[in-house]
């Protein structure tokens, strides 16, 4: 999943940005969201990347929280399936599932020694 932000005030005495956050595939605007205070005092400011990545890292939670919060569609509303497989019984239906994700982080590094 792909993710996007926007920084909207940043507090420099405090090591605070106020930040949008959402999918980047969202139906809404990032304008739309709303925005919440982030501590950065701990992040990672070796460059954008680092920096980038410590931010999507701390708010990644908000995501899920925006997706469980958006109404479903009618369309996309599944059903539940049970009993034996059956792929023609499964032609036409909307089913659910969940997607796993690996913990995969940038790490930057000055040298490696082999």
Same mark, same amino acid.
């Given at each position: 999943?792909? =993710?996007?932000?926007?920084?909207?005030?940043?507090?420099?005495?405090?090591? =605070?940005?106020?930040?949008?956050?959402?999918?980047?595939?969202?139906?809404?605007?990032?304008?739309?969201?709303?925005?919440?205070?982030?501590?950065?005092?701990?992040?990672?400011?070796?460059?954008?990347?680092?920096?980038?990545?410590?931010?999507?890292?701390?708010?990644?939670?908000?995501?899920?929280?925006?997706?469980?919060?958006? #109404?479903?569609?009618?369309?996309?509303?599944?059903?539940?399936?049970?009993? #034996?497989?059956?792929?023609?019984?499964?032609?036409g239906k909307v089913i659910d599932g969940k997607v796993r994700h690996?913990?995969?982080?940038?790490?930057?590094?000055?040298? =490696?020694?082999?």
């Amino acid at each position: 999943m792909k =993710v996007i932000f926007k920084i909207i005030r940043h507090i420099p005495e405090e090591k =605070v940005i106020s930040v949008k956050i959402c999918r980047l595939h969202s139906h809404k605007s990032i304008d739309d969201y709303s925005s919440k205070r982030v501590d950065y005092s701990g992040f990672n400011f070796t460059d954008n990347d680092t920096f980038i990545d410590s931010l999507i890292t701390k708010c990644n939670h908000r995501i899920d929280r925006q997706d469980e919060k958006e #109404e479903i569609l009618r369309d996309n509303i599944p059903i539940d399936i049970s009993g #034996e497989l059956d792929i023609d019984n499964l032609v036409g239906k909307v089913i659910d599932g969940k997607v796993r994700h690996r913990d995969t982080r940038i790490l930057k590094m000055r040298r =490696v020694e082999l």
